[in-house]
């Protein structure tokens, strides 16, 4: 017999304890009923609790509240950092970020009929080599399907090889690439790679936009060959006659720079009317800040892509313009076409592989490694234990997400077993790839007590050592969680919590409690 339809399972619980379907040969009791009853209703609100709480409405806020249409949209983007999109290891509901949203966004906007122009100041990669370089050539023809207007450069993307930057914006038409600065060229200005300024037109306005690279950032690139830099207050000063002559309506100034230096620049220079800034707190202000000294507003953004900033233009002199901070969470569904562009992204990963990302893979410090598996051999308990948590199946999880990472070393290196998870390379004995080492898959043992070669060596008689190499080999391995031990304040921050939080950082798992997490993985004991 089923359920009533329309009868919630806590209900039926109720329904099926009075005897109301035979569950049971007994009936219970009214008082038993209502006692479950309030037990199932005090369920029943937390549950509905948690749910407001997932509500990203009601987490993050609600979004350009009152605003009318504006008549034109201006979306600030900056320090991708990298990220294309969140991780995903602490629950995508629990994370912000990544371009699928950030189209949804975009494409929301322009299916209420608001002229939208969008602007970045560069930052997309913090990691060089060549998977950033391939991330940089995704993230710039993503930006220019999002039908980005300008983009910035960062000092990381302007340490790729030049050669590989000459052939990512070659591919676009000097009036069509959207990369923009007044004061950095690569490798000969005449060349066309990027623009000094452009001037956008848009609803019967004309917007003139330009782009910095700060000096702070400067001295990242001085030694970095091909690329041609120049102060930027000269290189404003030597721009603004002629961005002047263009008759904009409103100029903004893009400044991969730090803040203070984004002030200075637009007292130097009031004719920008708006500063986007880089290089300012991780979480930005919910309000554009106006600048002390100079009539233009300072805009910040974030990190990681995890927000962006809208300002909205009006005819209306109490309010002419309006600003609101997005928050990328998951109100904003994924996009089919970015969704499509990770995926490309992935396959090229899967195709170069770990040789062609240069991943050859470094000789560990102290041994190598040999798999889970033989270590279960004399320590049972603790795999009986391990099997049952989630590193035990860390590899599966990227196998089976949309599309497969299980070729990405950025998600591999705390995944798999025998990488360094911090620099997302292998180990020499490190896992390889699901065919060559299945034995190194999940986050295994060694990740946390060290490669286990010699220890295995010795004990299976394979090598002939005194009692107290063994003992030595044995007291290497071991770990020992130390009284109050944890990651948050007041502490103590031993050696096993800094083994967690090697992946357990803000980045990938930002409500890491290491006492609330060590229950579930605890295994005491060497049996």
Same mark, same amino acid.
């Given at each position: ?35 479950? /009853? ?88 913090? !990691? ?49 690439? *959207? ?40 001295? /990242? ?98 309010? *002419? ?5 997005? *928050? ?61 948590? *989630? ?13 497969? !990472? ?55 008689? /394979?090598?002939?050592?005194? /009692? ?60």
């Amino acid at each position: 017999m089923r359920f009533p339809e329309k009868l919630s399972w806590q209900r039926s619980l109720v329904f099926c304890l009075a005897g109301g379907l035979s569950c049971s040969p007994l009936g219970y009791s009214q008082e038993v009923i209502q006692q479950v /009853e309030a037990v199932i209703d005090q369920a029943s609100q937390q549950e509905a609790a948690a749910e407001q709480i997932n509500d990203p409405v009601l987490r993050n806020g609600p979004i350009f509240v009152d605003w009318p249409k504006p008549q034109v949209a201006i979306l600030f983007s900056g320090e991708l950092n990298g990220y294309l999109e969140p991780c995903g290891c602490a629950g995508l509901d629990n994370q912000k970020g990544g371009l699928k949203r950030r189209q949804t966004l975009i494409r929301q906007l322009e299916a209420k009929q608001w002229p939208v122009v969008s602007f970045d100041m560069g930052g997309q990669i913090r !990691r060089l080599g060549p998977q950033g370089e391939i991330k940089y050539r995704y993230v710039i023809e993503s930006l220019t399907k999002l039908g980005y207007s300008a983009i910035g450069l960062g000092e990381r993307e302007l340490q790729i090889d030049a050669n590989y930057l000459t052939y990512v914006l070659s591919n676009y038409e000097q009036d069509a690439n *959207p990369v923009v600065s007044a004061n950095i060229s690569i490798i000969d200005p005449s060349i066309g790679l990027s623009s000094r300024y452009r001037v956008i037109q848009v609803k019967g306005k004309k917007i003139g936009v330009t782009s910095v690279l700060g000096k702070k950032y400067q001295s /990242e690139i001085q030694d970095v060959s091909d690329i041609v830099s120049t102060d930027p207050v000269a290189a404003l000063e030597e721009l603004m006659p002629t961005l002047m002559a263009e008759g904009c309506d409103l100029l903004v100034l893009l400044a991969h720079a730090d803040p203070d230096e984004a002030r200075e620049l637009s007292r130097q220079f009031p004719q920008f009317q708006m500063v986007a800034t880089t290089g300012g707190a991780e979480i930005p202000p919910k309000e554009a800040r106006k600048i002390e000294g100079s009539e233009a507003h300072l805009i910040e953004v974030g990190h990681k892509g995890m927000y962006v900033a809208v300002v909205g233009l009006f005819d209306d002199v109490e309010q *002419p313009f309006r600003y609101q901070r997005v *928050p990328l969470d998951h109100r904003f569904k994924d996009s089919d076409e970015m969704q499509a562009m990770l995926t490309a992204y992935q396959n090229e990963l899967k195709n170069m592989g770990l040789e062609g990302l240069g991943l050859l893979g470094l000789k560990h410090s102290t041994d190598s490694f040999v798999g889970s598996e033989v270590c279960a051999d004399c320590h049972t308990s603790a795999t009986e234990v391990f099997e049952m948590t *989630p590193h035990a199946h860390a590899t599966d999880t990227l196998v089976m997400l949309d599309p497969p !990472r299980q070729y990405d070393p950025e998600c591999l290196s705390c995944h798999v077993t025998g990488w360094e998870p911090q620099e997302y390379f292998p180990y020499m004995s490190g896992y390889r790839s699901l065919e060559k080492t299945p034995h190194l898959v999940g986050n295994g043992c060694e990740n946390c007590h060290g490669p286990g070669a010699a220890h295995v060596a010795a004990e299976s008689g /394979e090598e002939e050592l005194s /009692e107290s190499e063994i003992e030595s080999l044995r007291s290497a391995m071991r770990l020992e969680v130390v009284e109050n031990e944890g990651n948050l304040d007041g502490q103590e921050l031993g050696v096993v919590v800094k083994n967690c939080l090697r992946c357990h950082d803000l980045d990938n798992s930002p409500a890491f409690d290491f006492q609330q997490y060590w229950p579930k993985v605890a295994h005491p004991g060497k049996d």
